[in-house]
T-cell receptor, first 116, second 113 residues
Framework: EPEVTQTPSHQVTQMGQEVILRCVPI?????FYWYRQILGQKVEFLVS????????KSEIFDDQFSVERPDGSNFTLKIRSTKLEDSAMYFC??????????????FGDGTRLSIL | GEDVEQSLFLSVREGDSSVINCTYT??????LYWYKQEPGAGLQLLTY?????DMKQDQRLTVLLNKKDKHLSLRIADTQTGDSAIYFC?????????????FGTGTRLLVSP
């Protein structure tokens, strides 16, 4: 069964550094998402992306964050000038389409980001 | 904003039924989902229910939806030790055409032999 893959599984970065989290969505999917889960807290929506632009973002997704689809397969989340509070598990998800009807999101295994 | 709440912990014996409960606040929710997270793994979609349904059965899984009370439950029949995991309830934001999911806190299910 096709799956969403994320790399690396664990990223350790010094505070203030930039980090790029990578995701390869399911190949025929058109909609891509990032969520994060701070330890002990809920899974929170960050951003959705379609047709090479952001379709929706949460208030968490400020100027520190950016997303990109640099080629036909990868979807990346960049976090600039990382802070201690950015430490979390970051999940990538993809879905075939949006709109009416059920288009479930399929999640990757996550990247655990640790900021020191 | 939308909110989804779940109890944090459930412990059952192998072979018993497990019932995991969830409440939500968004009356415009269209789809509600159950995801399973095993240790060190991602979120695995288990099942979902459309908001105009009140029950859905999928093998050992039964989802019940009380839309009036905004209450969702997941029943796992004949629970096995391999079912031990964290179970997340999530609702799809119905206010927009997009598919942002709002998650509950997750219920840790522990199945003892």
């Amino acid at each position: 069964e096709p799956e969403v893959t994320q790399t690396p599984s664990h990223q350790v970065t010094q505070m203030g550094q930039e980090v790029i989290l990578r995701c390869v969505p399911i190949s025929n999917h058109l909609y891509f998402y990032w969520y994060r889960q701070i330890l002990g807290q809920k899974v929170e929506f960050l951003v959705s992306f379609y047709n090479n632009e952001i379709s929706e973002k949460s208030e968490i997704f400020d100027d520190q964050f950016s997303v990109e689809r640099p080629d036909g397969s990868n979807f990346t989340l960049k976090i600039r000038s990382t802070k201690l509070e950015d430490s979390a598990m970051y999940f990538c998800a993809s879905s075939e389409r949006q709109g009416s009807g059920n288009q479930p999101q399929h999640f990757g295994d996550g990247t655990r980001l640790s900021i020191l | 904003g939308e909110d989804v709440e779940q109890s944090l912990f459930l412990s059952v014996r192998e072979g018993d039924s497990s019932v995991i409960n969830c409440t939500y606040t968004d009356s415009s929710s269209t789809y509600l989902y159950w995801y399973k997270q095993e240790p060190g793994a991602g979120l695995q979609l288990l099942t979902y229910i459309f908001s105009n349904m009140d029950m859905k059965q999928d093998q050992r899984l039964t989802v019940l939806l009380n839309k009036k009370d905004k209450h969702l439950s997941l029943r796992i029949a004949d629970t096995q030790t391999g079912d031990s995991a964290i179970y997340f309830c999530a609702e799809r934001d119905g206010d927009t055409g997009f598919q942002k999911l709002v998650f509950g806190t997750g219920t840790r299910l522990l199945v003892s032999p």
